[in-house]
Structure formats: structure tokens, C-alpha cells
């Protein structure tokens, strides 16, 4: 069996809330060694979703430090480390003396992955997922996301960033410094409903008969038969000539979206029941 692909690469992750430890997670699932730094009042997500939390950190050591008071800690894992990931905001970490010119000094063979808010000189300004997507223009208020779509992607980005930097650390002998901004990241994802692909209107958006969400007898589907040798072979099998949307909504309502979901598995076709999580669900 072959190693996995970041064995003997180490990661010291000082992130807290979700990006960051969202990335500290896919690079252990990659193979990395991981020790997390947790300020003394603890991580929030440790509060709000203790099994989130849990699941993030498994596989992880995690220990507390408070970076006001002793940083000597800190640089004792900086001085073997591969990689840091960072989500403070860069002042902060600048008045705790690991602005990215004083952790290069010292230890010039480590990367770092900076996830902030905004790029560059905005990189101070507050912000959080919330914020990101209402700029972005994803949000449809005044429902909330039921996606955070920023700090998610955030982190994968902060953890592709952050192997882009080594691979380059490798090649010039020198620690990289890569900064993930959430409100790029955000504006981003948010190209299919800027440019009108998704969104009320949108090709995406629910115009197309095969494209759209269907309400069945009891829950919802999604057809996504996109591609006309599967918009045919739905027709076909539906035993319909027009495909409306008004011919449509009256087959799918005739049976529940889990028995569409299993009648189309059997049928090569893109149709789901939509899942409805309730409060608590795993």
C-alpha cells in the first residue's frame, strides 16, 4: 500500500472557527501530521457544534496556548514545521510578532497559508461567511445560507495555496508565503449567478423542463438531464412526447421523490430526491 501523499509533512495550524480547521482536516486526510493551537477560551466550533468540531479535529493533537502571554511553544513547533495555517487577521498576528517577515527570519524553510477576509491592504477589514456572500450577491434574503459556501471553499483553497507553497519551497529552498482570501473565494462562486447562468432567469435557474425542481407526492426531486441522451431517455421512459413543465409536475407528483430516486438509479438517469435535514441530523 502506498503512503499517503503529505506523510512526514508537518502542519501547525493556530485557525480557529471553520476555514482553517476545515483545511487542517483535508490535509491530515492527506496524510500530514497536525497539531492545533487553541487559544485558552477554546475553539468556538468546540461550543456550537462539538461533533463538527470532533470530526475536524480526529486524527489531530491539540493543544491550548495562550499566544499573549508565551509564544515559546508556538516556536517550538514552528522550528520542525512544514506548513502554518493562520486565520487571524494580519495585525493581530503582527503584534504577536508572526507577521510572515518575523516567522521567515526565523524559520526560513516554513510555508505559510494566511486565510483573511479580504485581499491584500483590505485584508484587516471584518468579516465573516455571512458577509462574504452578501457582497458576493449569493444571498436571497431573508433566508439565511444553509451553505458556507466562502469558508468551505475557503478551505480547500487555503489547502491547494498551501501545497502550491511547498511544492515551490522544494524548488527554490525557500518557506512560501500564501495568502486565501474569503471574499475572493466567495465572488468567485458567485460567477454563475453574476453572469446569469444561475439565479431566477438563469439558463440554471429553473427555466429549463430538465433542469429544475420538481415537487413529487410527498418531498421534492431534482432532474438535472441536461445532456439530450439523457433528457431522451427520461422522456422515453416517462413515456411523454412534449416534456413541459406542466407535463412534467404532473407525472413526478404521482409518486415520493425516494421512490423517483430509486426508479431513475435503475434508469442511468440524474434525478435525486432532495434531502431535507432537519435540526440535529447528522
Not at 111 to 123: D, K, L, M, S, T
Not at 180 to 192: G, H, I, K, T
Not at 198 to 204: A, E, H, I, M, V
Request: proline content about 6%; overall charge negative; some cysteine.
Amino acid at each position: 500500500m502506498s503512503a499517503a501523499p503529505l506523510e512526514g509533512i508537518r502542519v501547525v495550524s493556530l485557525a480557529i472557527n471553520l476555514p482553517g480547521p476545515a483545511a487542517a482536516a483535508r490535509l491530515r486526510q492527506l496524510g500530514a501530521e497536525v497539531v492545533k493551537v487553541e487559544p485558552p477560551s477554546g475553539d468556538p466550533l468546540a461550543f456550537g457544534v462539538p461533533d463538527y468540531y470532533e470530526r475536524l479535529t480526529e486524527g489531530q493533537q491539540v493543544m491550548t496556548v495562550d499566544l499573549k502571554d508565551d509564544l515559546t511553544p508556538v516556536w517550538s513547533l514552528l522550528e520542525t514545521a512544514d506548513l502554518l495555517v493562520t486565520s487571524s487577521r494580519p495585525a493581530a498576528l503582527a503584534r504577536l510578532g508572526l507577521d510572515w517577515k518575523s516567522l521567515h527570519d526565523r524559520v526560513p524553510r516554513l510555508c505559510q497559508v494566511a486565510i483573511v477576509g479580504h485581499p491584500g491592504e483590505q485584508a484587516d477589514v471584518a468579516g465573516h461567511d455571512l458577509t462574504y456572500q452578501a457582497s458576493a450577491g449569493t444571498l436571497l434574503p431573508p433566508a439565511m445560507p444553509t451553505v458556507l459556501v466562502a469558508d468551505l471553499a475557503g478551505a480547500e483553497r487555503a489547502v491547494a495555496d498551501g501545497l502550491a507553497a511547498l511544492l515551490a519551497r522544494e524548488r527554490t529552498g525557500e518557506g512560501q508565503f500564501r495568502e486565501v482570501a474569503l471574499s475572493d473565494v466567495a465572488d468567485d462562486l458567485a460567477q454563475p449567478v453574476q453572469r446569469k447562468m444561475t439565479g431566477p432567469g438563469g439558463f440554471l435557474g429553473g427555466e429549463l423542463a430538465s433542469y429544475r425542481i420538481y415537487a413529487a407526492a410527498t418531498g421534492f426531486v431534482a432532474v438535472a438531464a441536461l445532456e439530450p441522451h439523457f433528457w431522451d431517455r427520461l422522456l422515453s421512459e416517462l413515456e411523454l412526447t412534449e416534456g413541459s413543465v406542466d407535463e412534467l409536475e404532473r407525472v413526478f407528483a404521482t409518486r415520493s421523490a425516494d421512490e423517483w430516486q430509486t426508479w431513475a438509479r435503475e434508469r442511468d438517469l440524474p434525478v435525486a430526491a432532495v434531502r431535507q435535514i432537519t435540526h440535529g441530523e447528522a
